[in-house]
């Protein structure tokens, strides 16, 4: 069957790179932090990643509020030291890239689609996520996409609807022109709601092969 969408969309995290938010959470919790607050859906911690994920907050913001979850030990660490472990920890969430997947993806634009990113991401983690790109290929996200929709950018996430009107807006694409590939079951759905074709991957998978009779 020919693919025929004219704009591909994909999430980064667990789609192109790898992600393991448990190492993370683990590494936290190492620290002293309650595994509780870690874990709640609504939690105050969880609200304050998503401002983060918003640009709502700077880095230096979102670090001093997980240094006041740890026990008073850590606060004998000087203040730029702790500041830098705790941005170790965020970023060992981080994986790495699938050069088939990034293969895959340049087949795509040469066959005439357009390919987009649209990321729940932070100022935390993108300077690392670029950084293990060059690692691995010697160019940035932006060579590899003709597109970048980045949360904390555009001060809106996902699954909120209005990212995803945005991006359709600066594509000037109707839905249906589009196809969305996410590791989030809530985000897909707020994809088709839409009335654009989601693609529901499994974390850190292998989807290379739903495009194999292109």
């Given at each position: 069957?020919?693919?025929?969408?004219?704009?591909?969309?994909?999430?980064?995290?667990?789609?192109?790179?790898?992600?393991?938010?448990?190492?993370?959470?683990?590494?936290?919790?190492?620290?002293?932090?309650?595994?509780?607050?870690?874990?709640?859906?609504?939690?105050?911690?969880?609200?304050?990643?998503?401002?983060?994920?918003?640009g709502?907050?700077?880095?230096?913001?979102?670090?001093?509020?997980?240094?006041?979850?740890?026990?008073?030990?850590?606060?004998?660490?000087?203040?730029?030291?702790?500041?830098?472990?705790?941005?170790?920890?965020?970023?060992?969430?981080?994986?790495?890239?699938?050069?088939?997947?990034?293969?895959?993806?340049?087949?795509l634009?040469?066959?005439?689609?357009?390919?987009?990113?649209?990321?729940?991401?932070?100022?935390?983690?993108?300077?690392?996520?670029?950084?293990?790109?060059?690692?691995?290929?010697?160019?940035?996200?932006?060579?590899?996409?003709?597109?970048?929709?980045?949360?904390?950018?555009?001060?809106?996430?996902?699954?909120?609807?209005?990212?995803?009107?945005?991006?359709?807006?600066?594509?000037?694409?109707?839905?249906?022109?589009?196809?969305?590939?996410?590791?989030?079951?809530?985000?897909c759905?707020?994809?088709?709601?839409?009335?654009?074709?989601?693609?529901?991957?499994?974390?850190?998978?292998?989807?290379?092969?739903?495009?194999?009779?292109?």
């Amino acid at each position: 069957m020919s693919f025929e969408k004219k704009i591909v969309i994909f999430d980064l995290g667990g789609v192109i790179l790898d992600i393991h938010v448990e190492r993370t959470f683990g590494a936290l919790v190492a620290l002293g932090i309650d595994s509780a607050v870690l874990s709640e859906d609504n939690s105050p911690f969880n609200a304050m990643m998503q401002r983060f994920d918003c640009g709502e907050i700077s880095c230096e913001e979102f670090y001093d509020y997980i240094a006041s979850l740890l026990p008073l030990w850590a606060h004998d660490i000087p203040a730029e030291e702790l500041r830098e472990r705790i941005h170790e920890v965020w970023n060992m969430m981080l994986g790495s890239y699938d050069r088939d997947k990034l293969h895959r993806i340049e087949e795509l634009r040469n066959r005439g689609h357009r390919v987009v990113l649209l990321s729940n991401t932070n100022e935390g983690h993108w300077n690392e996520i670029e950084r293990r790109l060059y690692f691995a290929i010697g160019a940035h996200l932006d060579d590899c996409f003709d597109a970048l929709y980045l949360s904390y950018r555009m001060n809106m996430r996902k699954p909120g609807k209005e990212i995803l009107l945005e991006l359709l807006k600066s594509e000037g694409a109707h839905p249906d022109e589009c196809i969305f590939f996410d590791d989030s079951k809530e985000n897909c759905d707020a994809a088709r709601s839409l009335g654009i074709e989601a693609v529901l991957v499994e974390r850190n998978s292998l989807w290379t092969d739903f495009f194999m009779n292109d």
